[in-house]
């Protein structure tokens, strides 16, 4: 299978996803251990996974990179924790839910609110079908309303947090080359060539 | 901080690592430098701390079995369980898989005495304290009065009472994580990063240019561990790392995360142009030094796996003890 893709690109995603898995450390390890005696803390924490794929995708503004990125984060993850291949789908699942909003508008546009919207869109359904497993349809009525809403507000913080890191890693000048240009066309310069501003 | 600093950077990253790697010198595992342990498998890493991850393992007796097998069996064979497992009640579906994982892990893994120890001892030591810890957040009013256990009051603080009932509930939610979790470790435990990326690149038809980029991610990481002690012994000398509390620790993280992200994408634009010298992808198949094989064996292991499974629901289904439905919550007792 060939995969048109340059060297570059591929190692910057992996670059990307290594780099923010080890500054993610002290969340994943507050998510494991603190978690299960808390179980609301799920999802408070639910949005942290997302952060490394936001960033790449809001840097490199490339197709399928959030995508790329979950799947050698998800190689690294299934080689660096006990857990083995399932940590390949779980970030496989967490990167699409990065990419698929993105993919939608056909990658004309990454406005900030389409990541909100899709992380929100996501998060909600994903709260609901985590409950069961959790054993959190057995708690008192407000925790069930908490869990689908913490879980929806962390991932709108993980959004923010891969939207800022990504923001001051462009002013840095590290992707250029990689990135496609912002193009924002309106409606009035139809006639005219539209030139990239980056 | 763009440079590699020499001396104390860790060895340069072999472009192509299967073939490039010298197999003499015990170069430790990336495994066992940074996994951040979950408590219940933190012993996992140390097993294979002195073997070199590229080169030819070490032959294996042949009753370990599951080192035998590709490790695309050894996930696939579980998997549907662990989709099923989401959606199971009840204790005693998951309790049969996690008998049937630590025993197919005591038989047919090679596993340190500390690995071990963790599997028989700490796996059920974990389980006791989670249906606890999950147990106290068991609303009282969901659970039905009339049974046998909501009477059984195993302590009581003033009005609220933690009942027998309420602990099986979270003992419930315990098993099936656990469960998860040692069925993912019939993999875990048993496959090195290298074996897994070859099965994927040759089984399964991964892209090899993804594969061996994971590869060299794996390389990456001590580097950037090292490289984000740096930028924080420079933030603390220049004082900018002051404040505490969790807001604090926030924007700590941003300010660390600018530069280690800038100076990771560089490193990896000059492992990318090695690799592009050295003609990395220049050709859509690529060969192989170890090739990777579905055996029969693999067939057999999965195809057993699936029937026991198979046989492990319709037995508990028949036999009352836990459904697949949120309305049977019965426990079986």
């Not at chain 1, 890693?169 to 080359?177: I, Q, W, Y």
């Not at chain 2, 990063?193 to 990481?221: D, M, S």
């Not at chain 2, 060969?287 to 195809?303: H, N, P, Q």
């Amino acid at each position: 299978m060939r995969l048109n893709v340059p060297t570059r690109l591929l190692l910057t995603c992996a670059a990307i996803g290594a780099a923010a898995g080890l500054l993610l450390i002290p969340a994943f390890v507050l998510s494991t251990t603190v978690a299960p005696a808390i179980p609301l803390l799920y999802a408070a924490f639910a949005g942290v996974w997302s952060v490394p794929f936001v960033v790449a995708i809001a840097l490199i503004r490339q197709p399928g990179v959030a995508l790329l990125t979950s799947l050698i984060a998800g190689l690294v993850n299934a080689v660096l924790t006990p857990q083995g291949p399932s940590a390949i789908l779980t970030c496989l699942m967490i990167g699409a839910m990065v990419e698929i909003p993105l993919a939608i508008g056909l990658y004309r546009s990454f406005r900030p609110w389409i990541f909100y919207v899709g992380a929100g869109v996501f998060a909600f359904p994903y709260a609901l079908y985590s409950m069961p497993f959790l054993g959190v349809d057995q708690f008192p009525l407000w925790a069930q309303i908490a869990y689908p809403t913490l879980s929806v507000l962390s991932n709108l913080a993980g959004v923010w947090l891969g939207l800022l890191i990504a923001r001051r890693l462009d002013r840095t000048g590290v992707a250029r080359g990689l990135q496609r240009p912002v193009r924002r066309p309106k409606a009035t310069d139809a006639a005219l060539e539209p030139t990239p501003a980056a | 901080m763009s440079a590699a600093t020499p001396g104390t950077a860790p060895t340069p990253t072999p472009p192509t690592p299967t073939p490039v790697t010298p197999t003499t010198p015990a170069t430790p595992t990336p495994a066992a430098q940074t996994t951040p342990a979950t408590p219940a498998t933190g012993a996992a890493g140390p097993a294979s701390v002195v073997r070199d991850p590229y080169a030819e393992q070490a032959p294996v007796s042949g009753i370990r079995f599951l080192h035998h097998l590709n490790p695309l069996a050894k996930f696939a064979a579980p998997l549907p369980v662990m989709l099923a497992l989401i959606f199971t009640r009840g204790v005693a579906i998951p309790l049969a898989f996690i008998v049937l994982a630590l025993g197919l892990l005591v038989i047919g893994a090679r596993l340190s005495g500390r690995a071990l120890a963790a599997l028989l001892l700490g796996v059920p030591a974990a389980i006791l304290v989670l249906g606890f810890s999950f147990g106290i957040w068991v609303d009282p009013a969901r659970i039905e009065g009339a049974s046998a256990a909501a009477s059984v009051v195993i302590f009581a603080i003033g009005d609220w009472q933690f009942t027998l009932a309420a602990y099986l509930v979270g003992l419930a939610t315990a098993l099936r994580i656990t469960a998860l979790l040692m069925l993912s470790l019939l993999a875990g435990l048993t496959t090195s990063g290298p074996e897994l990326v070859r099965a994927l690149v040759q089984n399964l038809r991964v892209p090899y240019r993804i594969g061996y980029t994971a590869l060299a991610a794996l390389r990456f990481v001590p580097r950037f561990g090292h490289e984000l002690e740096v930028i924080r012994a420079a933030h603390r000398v220049r004082g900018t790392d002051a404040g505490r509390g969790p807001v604090a620790a926030v924007r700590r993280t941003i300010a660390t995360a600018i530069p280690l992200l800038a100076s990771a994408i560089r490193h990896a634009e000059r492992v990318a142009l090695a690799m592009d010298a050295r003609a990395f992808g220049a050709h859509a198949t690529r060969t192989e030094r170890t090739i990777s094989r579905w055996r029969v064996r693999d067939t057999a292991f999965v195809v057993a796996f699936w029937v026991v499974s198979a046989a492990i629901y319709w037995w508990a289904l028949q036999a009352g003890l836990g459904g697949v439905t949120p309305d049977r919550t019965e426990v079986g007792l």
